[in-house]
């Protein structure tokens, strides 16, 4: 009984959203964090400023800026480092520049953005789901990205994981999108078995390095990624480039590498779309959300059946690229789907654009730095 | 000459195709080949360097080089290097700045890398101009110098990225002019086994941007003002401040020897790690 106990101990913790993003990530491998602090995203930090130095080759280093603090993150991934960084609205608007050149050169890494109320400085620690078509499409240029989302504190460690393998696995960049709910929520998590856990790696070549082309394509359309100083020497550059890593504007050249940089993501869609399917086999309504408005809309939807209503949610997980053939299905299956969210409608435009006449799309938003509560969302069912 | 082009066959990648971005005449192959002379004669492996550099014509240095090799973002070469750095301290990491790079939209970065006092060697090759874009004025465009953005004569007062380095606390602070070629090699040669940060400021000649618009006719006439009016930083110090004005002081400014932020990030680990123990 007593071993029992203490088992439990080890396993079980009391942790806000923010501080189960570090465990997840300390699970998953990462060993270097940069970042620049701002609030609602700052425990991150501050954890890993506490959890990373004892560690056997942990790092932790908070830089001049956000801008700053995504390069070396860049840098110590491009040196072998499972490495991420955290942040608000500003500092994500300030770290575009570097997503665009970490998809680009295909450094894995991930960033967890805590979004609140904006335009600009707004209301820093007010909740708001306002930085989802930024995740999509801030940086400038034509490219694929990961986004995901978490909607507790379990769910924050698990995606936090799951954002570091898709990161590795695909060679990209991988954006965590939290609310400040979330981040800020204090709850009961259970830390995973790290024997039992799923940590991916990236992929490391086996042939010479004379025979080592950096941006190959192969099946998967990612080649193996050594790290600087290993004796594969390579050139990497933000500017487009063929498969040995060299600058190129040839159309061909520049066309293979685009469709590479898509497919690679594209090609592996069913692996990346992630979501819960909460009472929804049966449904005749469905709310679709994500973040802590999908905690909201899970009451609801109990509120509803208890009513008699059957009324279903598909919770969220990935954001992009965005789950089209599971939101089709729903679509297609329920009279009405509904979409509350904490925004003018960044997602329900993705969903609208899926529906295409299939069926009725409601929405709920609120931009008002409050949350939308599980009374609000019933009361829209309701009414249709 | 022979053996110097030697030397060179044994750096270039053989696989780039070439020729090269730079217009004829341009000081950034003379840093480069100055570079590969330093790293060859302190024997350092060619798998130990990354070479990282910023957006510019500066910029397009690594490419040609059989370094690990990282062009990044204009202005920001030195956060990628921290965190290459910090990632790995056993690596030689080089950094090489435009001065547009390394003063204008990267001071920010420039400062704070000082500050800490990081083991990178970082090479800012000064042409006083944005040579990439097309001649627009820079932080380093001396007052009353023509650029296509200073078409009446530049206003502001230009940094001296020498003495900026030396405030915020690098341990090596050096500077050359491409024209004093054993001097960049010996600049380039100590910063590269100074601990610390180290930077050598190296005066470099465009004349494609910026040569045109002020009063020099050719490269040559570039290279000529270069060889005339560089002077050894202990006799610019005895010169009168108007004299001092036509002058560019050369040698080391600064050589100090205190920890970089890699060691002491190396000694409080031990620390920790003991006293946890
Ligand atoms: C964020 C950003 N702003 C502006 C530019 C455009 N740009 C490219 S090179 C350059 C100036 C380069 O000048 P310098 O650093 O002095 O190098 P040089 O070309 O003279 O060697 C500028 C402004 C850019 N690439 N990125
Ligand atoms: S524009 Fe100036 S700096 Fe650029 S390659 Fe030509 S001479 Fe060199």
């Given at each position: 009984m007593a071993t029992k106990s203490k088992?439990?101990?080890?396993?079980?913790?009391?942790a806000l959203g923010n501080e189960a993003v570090v465990e997840g990530a300390l699970l998953a491998g990462c060993n270097f964090y940069a970042g620049y602090p701002i609030t609602p995203s700052t425990e991150i930090a501050e954890e890993m400023a506490r959890r990373l130095p004892p560690m056997e080759d942990g790092v932790f280093i908070q830089m001049e800026d956000e801008i700053a603090g995504l390069g070396a993150v860049i840098g110590a991934?491009?040196?072998?480092?499972?490495?991420?960084?955290a942040t608000s609205g500003p500092g994500f608007s300030l770290m575009q520049e570097h997503i665009g050149y970490a998809c680009i050169t295909e450094v894995p890494l991930v960033l967890v953005n805590v979004m609140r109320a904006g335009p600009s400085t707004g209301m820093p620690t007010s909740p708001a789901q306002g930085d989802v078509q930024q995740a999509r499409w801030g940086t400038h240029g034509d490219h694929p990205i990961i986004v995901l989302s978490a909607g507790d504190v379990q769910e924050c460690l698990e995606m936090t994981v799951t954002a570091f393998n898709f990161s590795e696995k695909y060679r990209t960049p991988v954006i965590l999108l939290l609310d400040e709910v979330t981040a800020h929520t204090r709850e009961k998590i259970t830390l995973p078995d790290p024997e039992e856990l799923y940590v991916y790696s990236r992929m490391l070549p086996s042939m010479p390095p004379e025979w080592y082309m950096p941006f190959e394509d192969n099946m998967r359309g990612v080649s193996a990624m050594p790290p600087l100083g290993s004796g594969y020497r390579y050139h990497v550059t933000g500017l487009t480039h063929d498969d040995h890593g060299y600058p190129t504007s040839k159309p061909k050249?520049?066309?293979?590498?685009?469709?590479?940089l898509f497919r690679k993501i594209d090609q592996f869609f069913y692996d990346i779309q992630i979501v819960d399917e909460i009472r929804c086999d049966d449904a005749e309504v469905c709310i679709i959300a994500y973040g802590c408005v999908a905690r909201s809309a899970e009451l609801a939807v109990d509120m509803a059946r208890e009513q008699g209503e059957k009324v279903g949610l598909l919770k969220l997980k990935t954001l992009f690229p965005f789950p089209r053939p599971i939101v089709e299905k729903m679509l297609r299956q329920c009279s009405s789907v509904l979409v509350p969210e904490m925004n003018m409608g960044q997602i329900s435009r993705e969903v609208k654009r899926v529906n295409n006449g299939l069926t009725k799309v409601n929405t709920l938003n609120r931009i008002d730095g409050q949350i939308i509560t599980p009374g609000e969302i019933l009361k829209k069912i309701q009414k249709g | 000459m022979a053996q110097?082009?030697?030397l060179i066959h044994d750096y270039l990648r053989h696989s780039k195709k070439f020729p090269h971005v730079f217009c004829p005449g341009c000081g950034h192959g003379i840093v480069l080949g100055s570079l590969i002379r330093s790293v060859h004669s302190l024997g350092i492996p060619k798998d130990d360097i990354v070479l990282v550099a910023g957006i510019g014509c500066s910029?397009?240095?690594p490419v040609y080089v059989d370094f690990n090799t990282v062009?990044?973002?204009?202005?920001?070469?030195?956060?990628f290097a921290t965190g290459i750095k910090l990632a790995n301290p056993r690596l030689k990491v080089i950094v090489v700045m435009g001065d547009g790079d390394a003063l204008s939209i990267g001071g920010n970065h420039l400062i704070h890398a000082a500050r800490r006092n990081i083991g990178l060697t970082t090479l800012v090759l000064n042409n006083h101009i944005y040579g990439m874009t097309g001649g627009q004025s820079s932080s380093t465009t001396p007052f009353g110098c023509y650029s296509t953005t200073t078409p009446f004569g530049q206003m502001e007062k230009e940094f001296d990225i020498a003495e900026v380095t030396k405030a915020c606390g690098a341990n090596f602070v050096a500077r050359a002019t491409v024209m004093q070629a054993n001097l960049m090699d010996r600049m380039i040669s100590t910063a590269l086994e100074h601990p610390?940060?180290?930077l050598v400021e190296l005066i470099t000649p465009c004349h494609t941007q910026f040569g045109r618009k002020n009063k020099y006719?050719?490269?040559v006439d570039m290279y000529k003002w270069l060889k005339k009016n560089a002077v050894p930083v202990e006799k610019y110090q005895d010169l009168s401040p108007e004299k001092q004005k036509e002058k560019i002081a050369t040698g080391i400014f600064v050589q100090k020897d205190c920890m970089g932020l890699e060691q002491r990030y190396s000694e409080i680990r031990q620390k920790i790690i003991g006293e946890a123990k």
């Open positions: 088992k439990k101990k080890q396993t079980e913790k009391f991934s491009l040196a072998g480092r499972k490495a991420m960084t050249e520049v066309e293979h590498f685009m469709n590479r | 110097v082009t030697q910029g397009r240095i062009h990044t973002t204009h202005g920001r070469a030195l956060t610390g940060f180290n006719k050719s490269t």
